[in-house]
């Protein structure tokens, strides 16, 4: 009796890997789901086959994941200027048009409608005044409405209000969970790392580091930095100093400061040499200098000194947006 193999498709041979029919018969074979190097032709086939595949599919699973996780992905870039930028707290989200916007061109836009009596509350990207939504209610049913369509900032922002009980919105981790996850599905990172966190730490859910982990990668292949450098430094903990230094290098090359340091460390436990520590630095600086402007710089000095309107209660933004409409004379100074 012949010993069956596993039959890899880098052989160019498609049939089912334990009864060794092909799909010129009319049967549809369906790859493992795993590997991707074996097919089936049924359920049946595939149990079978399991005891003599599995070790195989396990470091070939293995390497796909990884071949995934240690891919660079291209920061996301701003809709106006086109510059890159790598975390969330160097943006603003505008709920008219449900862009993220970042802070350098909202500054701008602001700091030129202070100058001429202009709009303090237009848009830098469609120009639609931040005083049309007469309410916080109103800004939170826009948000809703862009989660609905699709929008996964949106979702992440009403995670958000959901985790602090902001925007009039009862705090319930577990609903911020739910919406942290839709948002992750539809591509936002950041979303993904801070699910990561709830597992972790077992806000709205019960703790589950394995699940953590889990959302971290998932972040760091959508391009989080802040997830990617975690998951170094939890690879360096184990002793597994090579891993941890392929995460720091792909978030360095980002631009983050905080994987750089990573970088570092590894160089002065040995574990990286002077040429690669080196080269870390000359691509984290061409990166810096690629996001840098002085609308930016102007952002951070003045962002510095004030509150995100994202912390305001319900009576502070309305008294903001009666502020706004003096300011752009749509009603007096002294209407109540």
Same mark, same amino acid.
């Given at each position: 009796?012949?010993?069956?193999?596993? %039959? =890899?498709?880098?052989?160019?041979?498609?049939?089912?890997?334990?009864?060794?029919?092909?799909?010129?018969?009319?049967?549809?074979?369906?790859?493992?789901?795993?590997?991707?190097?074996?097919?089936?032709?049924?359920?049946?086939?595939? %149990?079978? @086959?399991?005891?003599? &595949?599995?070790?195989?599919?396990?470091?070939?699973?293995? #390497?796909? &994941?990884?071949?995934?996780?240690?891919?660079?992905? /291209?920061?996301?870039?701003?809709?106006?200027?086109?510059?890159?930028?790598?975390?969330? /707290?160097?943006?603003?989200?505008?709920?008219?048009?449900? !862009?993220?916007?970042? +802070?350098?061109? =909202?500054?701008?836009?602001?700091?030129?409608?202070?100058?001429?009596?202009?709009?303090?509350?237009?848009?830098?990207?469609?120009?639609?005044?931040?005083?049309?939504?007469? =309410?916080?209610?109103?800004?939170? !049913?826009?948000?809703?409405?862009?989660?609905?369509?699709?929008? +996964?900032?949106?979702?992440?922002?009403?995670?958000?209000?959901?985790?602090?009980?902001?925007? *009039?919105?009862?705090?319930?981790?577990?609903?911020?969970?739910?919406?942290?996850?839709?948002?992750?599905?539809?591509?936002?990172?950041?979303?993904?790392?801070?699910? *990561? %966190?709830?597992?972790?730490?077992?806000?709205?859910? #019960?703790?589950?580091?394995?699940?953590?982990? &889990?959302?971290? #990668?998932?972040?760091?292949?959508?391009?989080?930095?802040?997830?990617?450098? !975690?998951?170094?430094?939890?690879?360096?903990?184990?002793?597994?100093?090579?891993?941890? $230094?392929? @995460? $720091?290098?792909?978030?360095?090359?980002? *631009?983050?400061? *905080?994987?750089?340091?990573?970088?570092?460390?590894?160089?002065?436990?040995?574990?990286?040499?002077?040429? #690669?520590?080196?080269?870390?630095?000359?691509?984290?600086?061409?990166?810096?200098?690629?996001?840098?402007?002085?609308?930016?710089?102007?952002?951070?000095?003045?962002?510095? +000194?004030?509150?995100?309107?994202?912390?305001?209660?319900?009576?502070?933004?309305?008294?903001?947006?009666?502020?706004?409409?003096?300011?752009?004379?749509? %009603?007096?100074?002294?209407?109540?």
């Amino acid at each position: 009796m012949s010993r069956k193999v596993c %039959i =890899s498709y880098e052989q160019n041979i498609v049939i089912c890997a334990n009864c060794g029919q092909g799909e010129e018969g009319g049967i549809n074979l369906k790859s493992c789901t795993a590997c991707k190097m074996v097919s089936y032709c049924n359920r049946d086939c595939q %149990i079978a @086959h399991r005891p003599m &595949h599995k070790k195989e599919c396990k470091r070939r699973a293995a #390497e796909l &994941h990884d071949e995934a996780l240690f891919q660079e992905v /291209d920061s996301e870039e701003c809709p106006i200027c086109f510059l890159p930028h790598i975390t969330a /707290d160097q943006t603003t989200f505008q709920a008219c048009c449900g !862009k993220k916007i970042c +802070n350098g061109c =909202s500054h701008a836009v602001m700091e030129t409608a202070f100058n001429t009596k202009g709009d303090l509350g237009l848009c830098a990207f469609c120009r639609k005044t931040c005083s049309s939504f007469d =309410s916080i209610e109103a800004l939170v !049913k826009r948000t809703y409405d862009l989660a609905e369509a699709g929008n +996964n900032w949106a979702y992440f922002m009403l995670a958000g209000y959901y985790a602090q009980g902001l925007m *009039g919105l009862a705090q319930d981790n577990q609903k911020c969970n739910e919406l942290l996850l839709k948002a992750g599905r539809l591509g936002c990172g950041d979303a993904y790392y801070n699910l *990561g %966190i709830s597992y972790r730490d077992g806000i709205g859910m #019960e703790a589950d580091m394995k699940k953590a982990i &889990h959302f971290w #990668e998932l972040g760091a292949m959508k391009g989080n930095v802040l997830a990617r450098t !975690k998951l170094g430094r939890m690879e360096g903990q184990a002793g597994n100093e090579r891993r941890a $230094y392929e @995460h $720091y290098i792909i978030a360095a090359r980002a *631009g983050y400061q *905080g994987a750089l340091d990573g970088v570092k460390t590894c160089f002065m436990n040995g574990s990286v040499t002077k040429d #690669e520590y080196t080269s870390a630095l000359r691509d984290y600086q061409k990166r810096r200098d690629e996001m840098w402007s002085e609308q930016r710089k102007a952002a951070a000095e003045f962002d510095s +000194n004030h509150e995100s309107t994202a912390s305001m209660s319900s009576e502070q933004w309305n008294h903001a947006m009666t502020f706004m409409k003096v300011v752009n004379g749509e %009603i007096n100074a002294g209407a109540s």
